[in-house]
């Protein structure tokens, strides 16, 4: 079992920025990816970014190309998504991630909601 928190989220002027951590526990040498998603009210959970765990290759949704970074802290199995210039179609909820191939299983934090609202 994998355990995930995250934390960072909160309101955010349009054009600022933020960042979101996510703290993860158990077992997770067995995690080959993890990534940040967003979801709204009424609408499908969708990829932010993503980023693989051996080699570090990273991947973002169009709609942040440019605007966000992930990154890990493998010291402290730390995942952070880092964005900047906000808008409000940003706004929602945003989850962390992590993938076990072996069990092919998905780990999800709670969610921390981000608002980007003036």
């Known amino acids: 079992q994998v355990q995930l928190v995250e934390s960072g989220g909160g309101l955010v002027q349009p054009g600022g920025s933020l960042r979101l951590s996510c703290a993860a526990s158990?077992?997770?040498?067995?995690?080959?990816?993890m990534g940040w998603y967003r979801q709204v009210p009424g609408k499908q959970r969708e990829l932010v970014a993503s980023?693989?765990?051996?080699?570090?290759?990273?991947a973002y949704a169009d709609s942040v190309k440019g605007r966000a970074t992930i990154s890990r802290d493998n010291a402290k199995n730390t995942l952070f998504l880092y964005m900047i210039r906000l808008k409000s179609e940003d706004t929602a909820v945003y989850y962390c991630?992590?993938?076990?191939?072996?069990?092919?299983?998905?780990?999800w934090g709670q969610g921390t909601q981000v608002t980007v609202s003036s």
């Open positions: 991630n992590a993938f076990e191939p072996v069990t092919s299983s998905n780990y």
């Open positions: 158990g077992s997770i040498f067995g995690i080959s990816s």
């Open positions: 980023i693989t765990v051996r080699d570090v290759r990273t």
